[in-house]
């Protein structure tokens, strides 16, 4: 009769303890080793992305599992695995992320940036094959967005116009139109839960800046109408959001003065607080986050002020200054890697930077976006994909190449505010 030792039994517990029965829907069967994503469209199921640096990940396929079947998945911190691995050479050492082929993992950095999902312990060199790995902990997002929004824009107008990311095409939606015309408001986004427009011009002029605030569930795409804000303010981007709290930051008043001010929306309770103002009066603010950090720059001044996510504190990020500022840049971000923003009047004065949120530094970006997208709309579904839009162009943002492309469908709707279902 054979004995377990105590360090068998514990290995076996630690494995069940760490192991998931989970429901394979990518479509195909799935090996031991191969890196799955979680499949929001299912209960207790998986599939799988081509992505690169993916931060849905969910685990790593124990043993072979049927397309339906159900099978158990490495879901753990700590689980020691052999995970598949696409051509790129990989260190002992390296951090895995997800690869551009389905169910492998590719080399990643040498610190723990978000999405990197294990270590390897193992190397291998050049040529697909496999590495043993630790699954750590670095758990960031579930789920894809699948949709985007505008509202508003031009000389002030009640529009609001929504992107589907899977056909690339803008519609109008009636039932979505906000409660009053507005322009050059701000546009946040809570989640999967609700988008939010506050401030903006209620006509065209400074003088009609406003302090309204309305909130639209996406469930209902119905908005309706918040307590008013602080102050009226307008001349706003979108983007200054957390995954629980957004920010209306600087922009001008009635008189045209540009503002240091700062105010905080708490999604939970749809509240406005005054929060840390400005480091310097500045109008057209957008932002991107990784959702620790979100960076927030624009018109008046190349400055770019970091607000930290855990304390609301706001300093300059001197290393994040835009190269030239400009009213109606466009800000997109994906948080498992960088923020761009971008800028192009149509008449050749184009601006293209990449803000990498690993080290919170920016640059010139070699891709830039074609056509005036002045001010246009941006939405992102965080993972793939950002788009820009505006009066006669459009263009998709790839982040796993930073490249940027021409597609057919744009807006048309500038100086809007906009939100994105799902993403920060």
């Given at each position: 009769m054979t004995i377990a030792t105590n360090e068998q039994i514990l290995a076996s517990d630690v494995l069940k303890l760490n192991t998931s029965l989970l429901t394979n829907k990518?479509?195909?069967?799935?090996?031991?080793?191969?890196?799955?994503?979680?499949?929001?469209?299912?209960?207790?199921?998986?599939?799988?992305?081509?992505?690169?640096?993916?931060?849905?990940?969910?685990g790593v396929v124990k043993e072979s599992i049927n397309n339906d079947a159900s099978g158990p998945v490495y879901t753990g911190a700590g689980i020691v695995c052999t995970i598949n691995c696409d051509a790129a050479a990989v260190a002992r050492g390296q951090?895995?992320?997800?690869?551009?082929?389905?169910?492998?993992?590719?080399?990643?950095?040498?610190?723990?940036?978000?999405?990197?999902?294990?270590?390897?312990?193992?190397a291998k060199g050049a040529g697909v094959g496999t590495v043993q790995a630790m699954l750590v902990d670095n758990f960031r997002q579930a789920i894809i967005g699948t949709s985007g929004w505008n509202f508003g824009g031009g000389a002030s107008v009640?529009?609001?116009?929504?992107?589907?990311?899977?056909t690339e095409t803008w519609a109008t939606i009636a039932g979505a139109a906000l409660p009053a015309a507005r322009s050059?408001?701000?546009?946040?986004?809570?989640?999967?839960?609700?988008?939010?427009?506050?401030?903006?011009?209620?006509?065209?002029?400074?003088g009609?800046?406003?302090?309204?605030?309305?909130?639209?569930?996406?469930?209902?795409?119905?908005?309706?109408t918040l307590t008013a804000g602080a102050?009226?303010?307008?001349?706003?981007?979108?983007?200054m959001n957390f995954s629980s709290k957004g920010f209306t930051a600087g922009g001008s008043d009635t008189g045209g003065s540009n503002q240091t001010a700062n105010y905080k929306t708490t999604f939970s309770t749809d509240a406005e607080s005054t929060s840390n103002a400005l480091t310097s009066p500045r109008e057209y603010q957008g932002g991107v986050s990784d959702g620790t950090y979100?960076?927030?720059?624009?018109?008046?001044?190349?400055?770019?002020?970091?607000?930290?996510?855990?304390?609301?504190?706001?300093?300059?990020?001197?290393?994040?200054?835009?190269?030239?500022?400009?009213?109606?840049?466009?800000y997109i971000a994906f948080p498992a890697s960088a923020g761009y923003r971008s800028y192009n009047n149509g008449s050749g004065t184009v601006y293209s930077r990449k803000l990498v949120f690993s080290t919170g530094t920016d640059a010139n970006h070699s891709s830039s976006p074609a056509g005036d997208i002045i001010a246009g709309s941006q939405v992102t579904d965080g993972v793939a994909y950002g788009y820009v839009?505006?009066?006669?162009?459009?263009?998709?943002?790839?982040?796993?190449?930073?490249?940027?492309?021409?597609?057919?469908?744009y807006s048309a709707n500038v100086y809007s505010a906009s939100a994105s279902y799902a993403a920060l």
């Open positions: 990518s479509g195909g069967t799935r090996a031991a080793g191969d890196v799955v994503v979680f499949d929001t469209a299912n209960d207790s199921a998986f599939t799988t992305t081509a992505y690169q640096q993916d931060i849905r990940v969910m951090f895995l992320i997800t690869s551009t082929t389905a169910g492998k993992a590719t080399a990643g950095s040498y610190y723990r940036e978000a999405a990197v999902f294990a270590i390897a312990l193992t009640a529009t609001s116009q929504k992107f589907t990311m899977a050059r408001a701000n546009g946040m986004s809570y989640g999967t839960t609700a988008a939010y427009v506050t401030h903006g011009w209620s006509a065209a002029s400074d009609g800046s406003s302090n309204a605030r309305y909130k639209m569930p996406y469930s209902t795409e119905v908005f309706s102050a009226a303010r307008a001349k706003f981007r979108s983007g979100c960076y927030i720059a624009g018109q008046t001044a190349v400055t770019c002020d970091r607000i930290t996510e855990s304390t609301d504190a706001l300093s300059v990020q001197a290393a994040a200054a835009l190269g030239t500022a400009a009213a109606g840049y466009c839009s505006g009066a006669a162009a459009a263009n998709k943002l790839a982040s796993s190449t930073g490249n940027y492309s021409s597609i057919s469908n």
